[in-house]
């Protein structure tokens, strides 16, 4: 084997292991996407059954003050 088919060879072993990379480096950035989202997706869902408990504590409160001020 020549100097040429040697370099060659290597050449495209380092090609195939940087195509590899990248797409190791894709599904990551996939996983990434998916995961902040998933994350995302949860913490809209907690404001707003945050908001929710917080208007039905307003509403029980404004009931209970009302009670207070009748006779």
Do not use: C, T, V, Y
Request: glycine share 12%; aromatic share 2%.
């Amino acid at each position: 084997m020549g100097a040429f088919d040697k370099a060659k060879d290597m050449a495209s072993d380092a090609a195939d292991k940087a195509k590899e990379a990248a797409q190791k480096g894709r599904e990551q950035g996939q996983q990434g996407r998916e995961r902040g989202q998933e994350s995302g997706q949860d913490a809209s869902e907690r404001a707003q059954q945050g908001a929710e408990e917080n208007r039905n504590r307003g509403q029980q409160q404004d009931e209970h003050e009302h009670e207070q001020d009748q006779p």
